[in-house]
């Protein structure tokens, strides 16, 4: 959907970029899991974790270090960064 967009806008000089953020953990995700005691949500989360190329989940922090680092692209459109 991301290169639609951007191909659709481009002529109008709108540029259309993606973050693709894969597992994350926050708050939201461990809500799934507030009923559980701390040693099974732990557990939950390293299962989690084992799942990503990094051996972590990503943060909100991630995705906000991930986007100000980024380049500013003025002839790009579309990039994804993962």
């Known amino acids: 959907m991301t290169r639609v967009i951007a ?6 000089k709108i540029r259309c970029n993606v973050i693709l953020l894969g597992m994350m953990d926050t708050p939201h995700i461990r809500t799934y ?12 989360m390293r299962q989690r974790d084992s799942h990503c190329p990094m051996g972590r989940q990503g943060t909100a922090w991630d995705a906000a270090h991930g986007r100000s680092f980024s380049p500013p692209m003025k002839r790009n459109t579309s990039p994804a960064l993962n």
């Open 33 to 44: 899991y507030r009923n559980l005691p701390p040693d099974e949500v732990a557990k939950i």
């Open 7 to 12: 191909r659709q806008y481009a002529a109008k």
